[in-house]
């Protein structure tokens, strides 16, 4: 009973992160507890620890600013535990290009629980280091703001 729990489980996350991949953040929204604390490990600009769906959804779309059209794409999972308690690891690749032209290569890890289906936590770990440099570039690279007339 129970592997047949975590195929399911396993199906569930495969396909929130096909639609994460096409830019469907509401995906993992969808998928929050009211009580969801949401972590981003480092020190960046995307660094993050929040608490709820709209502080989860805000980040998603700080993410979609600073790193436009970089997609997610799941590698691996793997799931284990009963309904009130599923933990759910996650491997990722991170692709896109920056606003300079250069791609952007990375690998990610996710490592939820779910409890009864809702996500309760979700950490995220992105080599910073590379991270880091793709942000700085992609400041450097943005186009100044056009101002109104008069200004």
Avoid: C
Wanted: charged content about 25%.
């Amino acid at each position: 009973m129970r592997s047949m729990y975590h195929a399911i489980v396993r199906s569930i996350v495969r396909k929130t992160w096909r639609r994460m991949n096409a830019g469907d953040y509401e995906a993992a929204v969808s998928m929050a507890a009211p009580d969801l604390r949401f972590r981003f490990a480092g020190d960046t600009a995307l660094g993050a620890d929040v608490r709820g769906p709209e502080e989860f959804r805000a980040w998603f779309a700080r993410f979609a600013e600073q790193l436009p059209g970089v997609r997610l794409r799941l590698v691996d999972v793997v799931a284990g535990g009963w309904p009130w308690n599923t933990k759910v690891a996650v491997r990722l690749e991170v692709t896109g290009t920056l606003a300079d032209g250069t791609p952007y290569n990375n690998i990610a890890m996710q490592w939820a629980t779910l409890r009864w289906g809702r996500m309760v936590d979700d950490l995220v770990v992105e080599d910073t280091l590379n991270l880091d440099k793709a942000l700085r570039r992609q400041q450097e690279h943005r186009l100044p703001a056009v101002g109104l007339a008069g200004d």
